[in-house]
C-alpha cells in the first residue's frame, strides 16, 4: 500500500531536491494539473508538500523500527506560489523520545519569496511490520 501514496504524489509532481544533511526539500513545480481557480497552486497540495518534506525528514531520525504520525500541521500561507515551483525545507526543531516537531518553509522559485511558514508535529510509534 505504501507504494501507492508514492505513485500518487509523482503523478502530483513532487520532487526530491538537493539540501543539506539537515534537512529534507521537496519542490512541487506548478502545472495545470495543480492550480486553483486563481492560478496558483493549491493549498491543499503545499500542506503536503510541508508534511512530505517533515516526514522525509523525520523518517531519518528515528530509531530501527520506529515510525512517525502527523499529531499536528500548521500552515500560514504568506503568499501564492504561481509560476516555477515551490520549494518546502523542512529542520528539526524539537527531538525527543515520544514527539518530533518540524518547522518548513515553502518558497517560490526562481525568485525565493517566503510562501508559507509551517510546523508539523509527529508522534514517533511502533512501526508496523
Do not use: C, W
Not at 43 to 67: C, E, F, I, N, Y
Not at 86 to 102: D, L, N, Q
Request: glycine share 8%; aromatic share 4%.
Amino acid at each position: 500500500m505504501a507504494a501507492d501514496i508514492f505513485e500518487l504524489f509523482q503523478l502530483i509532481g513532487y520532487r526530491d531536491a538537493a539540501g543539506a544533511d539537515d534537512e529534507a526539500v521537496v519542490e512541487l513545480p506548478v502545472a495545470p494539473h495543480v492550480i486553483n481557480t486563481n492560478g496558483g497552486l493549491q493549498g491543499g497540495l503545499l500542506a503536503t508538500l510541508v508534511d512530505t518534506a517533515a516526514g522525509k525528514l523525520a523518517m531519518r531520525r528515528l530509531p530501527p523500527g520506529h515510525s512517525v504520525v502527523t499529531s499536528d500541521l500548521s500552515l500560514r500561507y504568506l503568499r501564492p506560489v504561481t509560476d516555477g515551483a515551490a520549494r518546502a525545507v523542512a529542520r528539526i526543531v524539537h527531538a525527543g523520545k515520544r514527539s518530533m516537531v518540524v518547522q518548513v518553509e515553502i518558497r517560490a522559485m526562481p525568485d525565493d519569496d517566503l510562501a508559507v511558514i509551517a510546523t508539523v508535529s509527529f508522534a514517533i510509534i511502533r512501526a508496523r511490520t
